[in-house]
Each structure stands twice: as structure tokens, then as C-alpha cells.
């Protein structure tokens, strides 16, 4: 779904820039499914290191409280960007995007100039 967003440079009292996003809204299954993988990878890794001599006290009690949480963070994204680049709102060069970047609204950094700014807001969706 192509989305058009509103770029605001965090702390920065200039005017928003528009421009278009692709973003994919993840259903609550595949919230719940990404919930799921990362509780299972810590429960799993907590178990193995059972045979850790030392560091179990601290690694298998730490997993197995990470678990829920990472679980619980990851269930709260409810879009993922597709987009790869976008122009920077303050130098307008393109700039890249993480791929996998979730949340909404997203958190992005220009690889150029450094600049952290958000997208926010859509004015339109375009399926
Ligand atoms: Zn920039």
C-alpha cells in the first residue's frame, strides 16, 4: 500500500515535507506470529545454555524473561516499510531505509547527513 506521509526532521521547527511511503499493514496473525518466533528463539536459547557452566545463573533466567518482552515489542508493529529509499527532508537527496524497519510512526536517519526525522501522518492511501 503506497501512503503518502508527512516528513518532520525531530526537533526542528521547519514545515513538514510530503512524500509517498510503501508500507504494508501486518495482520494480526502475523503480529502475533512474530510475537510467537521471538519467544520461542529466547525460550530456546535459554535452554541451551543451561550447559553453560557460570553463566547459566544469569543467561537462563535473562532469555527466559527477554522472551515475553521481545514478544510482547514485536506484536506492537502494525506496519512494516517496503519502502527502500526516500528523499531526506532536509539535504533531498535520497537516502536508504532499513529493510524490515517496523512501527508506526517510523523513525528515520539519513545516511548522509545524519538527520533523524519521522513519517508520519498519511494525507492518502493508495492501494
Ligand atoms: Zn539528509
Known amino acids: 500500500m503506497m501512503t503518502g506521509v508527512l516528513l518532520r526532521i525531530r526537533d526542528s521547527a521547519r514545515e513538514p ?9 501486518l495482520s494480526a496473525g502475523a503480529r502475533f506470529g512474530r510475537g510467537v518466533v521471538r519467544l520461542v528463539v529466547c525460550w530456546v536459547l535459554a535452554v541451551a545454555c543451561v550447559l553453560v557452566p557460570l553463566l547459566h545463573f544469569v543467561l537462563v533466567p535473562g532469555l527466559f524473561l527477554l522472551g515475553p518482552v ?8 502494525t506496519v512494516e516499510v517496503k519502502s527502500e529509499r526516500i528523499s ?20 528515520l536517519r539519513c545516511s548522509l547527513c545524519s538527520t533523524t526525522f519521522s513519517a508520519a501522518q498519511g494525507i492518502a492511501s493508495v492501494t
Open 88 to 107: 531526506c527532508p532536509r539535504c533531498e537527496k535520497e537516502t536508504g531505509i532499513e529493510p524490515g524497519i517496523t512501527g508506526w510512526p517510523v523513525s
Open 17 to 25: 515535507v510530503a512524500a509517498t511511503l510503501h508500507v504494508e499493514p
Open 70 to 77: 521481545l514478544a510482547w515489542l514485536a506484536t506492537r508493529a
